[in-house]
């Protein structure tokens, strides 16, 4: 039985998307992205700066404006940039800069275009940095990443000096705001997040200014880089991050029947969270989620999936087989299907990305959507931490809302994926870096899927499916948020992704944004 990619979880029955678009939101969210009432500037204005560029201002009227004005979710098509500058240097990021304050036009920085607010879009002066994406490894095991870069050519260009970085799944994630926001993935158990390992960064300010940040030179600027989140405090144009040896990775999936996942689930928190329990080596995630195509009468999936990481020999594989061995006697079930194999870094961060034997070319986005495929669907989520596994109601309640999920004629996928955290995470103190979430034991997103064509009536529902479902497991979880996870409708959201961090985090956005020019619904605003 094959392994599922990660992804996977996301893309099935009208799940895929990455979008928080539904109906009554559509106006607060052209609100988040920068709409503007202003005059706008004139076509000497816009030759002006493209005569400063050195890559391509993409206008309304280019046929190459199509695909560069769309992030990877189509719920969010319908916003309409002035212009897309393709920046190719540090140069055209000033310059875009500079433009925006003459001009007082909305700008946003993207590189990814995954997120989940549709915030790195605007109707304004979108900056892409996606060209500047080198990948150049150096002597130490450190790697200078332009933020242009997307997780699997990061994978793709470490592995080529068998390096490798911790960070997300999703191959088409930039790195910029996935290490920004703090950046969790499959490796963050052992070698912590992706923003913990970043060593410096290279930033244009909002004043033009370039500034060069380490733990020895604005050292509170570069405090927030690691956790505030992108499009916050400057324009990062490239990383270094600190980068370990790249080892195979063990991966496996374990399959229940629906009947036992209240047994399940409660026997994989206190698995992942015991005191001498899984090693820091070993991450996990339990997936609990609707099936439509089983049909309203069907029943809901649950699996555990996880990966290795640090060895691959007979005895690492023989001590993970116990370690779920001992899952499985908990549970008081046995699984319905298993899977285990043993793969190369790059080509085990491929299945986990959805990219299992494919080329790593095939999975760079086309027309911002994977492979060339148009993505017609999309997803509204939301996210918790678990400081403590959840009580038997805190699971009744959760498995319950993704029965209900099931129960419902014509919704798309939906349900909630459970990381585990700790290890090299909670080692890092919550005030060292701008990231504050250090003692959780999992991560919870909740994910609602529609179709993109669906009624107004149907995003309502799946909607109000999400929020219900937030509402009722809230007693269960922590009240903060992961601010990668970013959710339009969350009330408190400052608070809920930043905690103690946030009166700092606005003293730094005084310091080097005090006009807030890089401004969202859900940016931080100066103190």
């Known amino acids: 039985m094959g392994g599922p990619d990660r992804r996977s979880v996301l893309r099935a029955a009208g799940g895929g998307g990455l979008s928080l678009v539904g109906a009554g939101l559509g106006s607060a969210l052209l609100a988040g992205c920068h709409t503007d009432t202003r005059p706008a500037p004139s076509r000497i204005d816009w030759q002006a700066l493209d005569g400063r560029l050195t890559g391509p201002l993409l206008r309304p009227a280019d046929p190459r404006y199509a695909a560069a004005s769309t992030l990877f979710d189509p719920a969010f098509d319908a916003i309409r940039p002035q212009a897309v500058a393709q920046a190719t240097s540090v140069a055209d990021v000033q310059a875009c800069i500079d433009f925006a304050r003459r001009t007082e036009l909305p700008l946003t920085v993207r590189a990814g275009g995954h997120s989940y607010g549709g915030y790195s879009t605007t109707t304004?002066?979108?900056?892409?940095?996606?060209?500047?994406?080198?990948?150049?490894?150096?002597?130490?095991?450190?790697?200078?990443?332009?933020?242009?870069?997307?997780?699997?050519?990061?994978?793709?260009?470490?592995a080529r000096a068998g390096l490798a970085l911790p960070a997300g799944s999703c191959p088409t994630v930039g790195i910029a705001g996935l290490a920004m926001?703090?950046?969790?993935?499959?490796?963050?158990?052992?070698?912590?997040?992706?923003?913990?390992?970043?060593?410096?960064?290279?930033?244009?300010?909002?004043?033009?200014?370039?500034?060069?940040?380490?733990?020895?030179?604005?050292?509170?600027?570069?405090?927030?880089?690691?956790?505030?989140?992108?499009?916050?405090?400057?324009?990062?144009?490239?990383?270094?991050?600190?980068?370990?040896?790249?080892?195979?990775?063990?991966?496996?999936?374990?399959?229940?029947?629906?009947?036992?996942?209240?047994?399940?689930?409660?026997?994989?928190?206190?698995?992942?969270?015991?005191?001498?329990?899984?090693?820091?080596?070993?991450?996990?995630?339990?997936?609990?989620?609707?099936?439509?195509?089983?049909?309203?009468?069907?029943?809901?999936?649950?699996?555990?999936?996880?990966?290795?990481?640090?060895?691959?020999?007979?005895?690492?594989?023989t001590g993970l087989r116990a370690q779920l061995a001992d899952l499985v006697d908990a549970a008081g079930h046995r699984p319905t299907g298993t899977y285990l194999t043993t793969r190369g870094h790059l080509e085990a961060m491929l299945i986990e990305g959805g990219c299992a034997g494919r080329a790593v070319e095939s999975c760079h986005l086309r027309g911002r959507t994977p492979g060339g495929t148009v993505a017609r669907v999309a997803q509204r989520a939301a996210s918790a931490f678990l400081v403590k596994p959840m009580p038997p109601r805190g699971v009744e309640v959760l498995l319950g809302a993704v029965e209900e999920r099931q129960r419902t004629a014509g919704a798309g996928s939906g349900g909630v994926i459970l990381d585990s955290w700790g290890g090299a995470i909670n080692r890092v103190a919550p005030g060292d870096t701008a990231f504050v979430h250090r003692g959780a034991i999992a991560s919870a997103q909740y994910v609602a899927g529609y179709a993109s064509n669906a009624t107004p009536a149907e995003k309502e529902d799946n909607r109000r499916w999400l929020r219900s479902t937030v509402e009722a497991t809230a007693p269960f979880v922590s009240r903060s948020a992961y601010q990668n996870y970013i959710d339009p409708e969350l009330a408190g959201w400052a608070q809920a992704y930043y905690g103690a961090n946030l009166a700092r985090l606005r003293q730094v956005k005084r310091a080097y944004d005090p006009d807030d020019l890089f401004r969202f619904a859900q940016g931080i605003t100066p103190a």
């Open 124 to 158: 304004g002066l979108v900056v892409d940095v996606t060209p500047m994406a080198e990948v150049a490894a150096a002597p130490g095991q450190v790697a200078r990443i332009g933020a242009g870069a997307l997780l699997v050519d990061v994978y793709s260009g470490l």
């Open 181 to 317: 926001g703090g950046g969790i993935g499959v490796l963050g158990r052992r070698y912590g997040l992706t923003c913990d390992r970043m060593v410096s960064a290279e930033v244009v300010l909002a004043s033009g200014e370039v500034v060069h940040t380490d733990a020895d030179h604005e050292p509170d600027l570069f405090w927030a880089l690691r956790g505030a989140g992108g499009g916050n405090v400057g324009i990062v144009t490239s990383f270094t991050f600190a980068t370990h040896r790249a080892t195979p990775l063990v991966l496996f999936t374990y399959r229940w029947a629906w009947d036992d996942a209240a047994d399940v689930l409660a026997a994989w928190q206190d698995w992942i969270s015991a005191p001498g329990g899984a090693p820091e080596s070993l991450w996990s995630t339990c997936v609990a989620y609707s099936a439509p195509a089983a049909g309203v009468g069907g029943a809901p999936t649950l699996r555990v999936s996880g990966v290795l990481s640090g060895g691959a020999d007979d005895g690492a594989v």
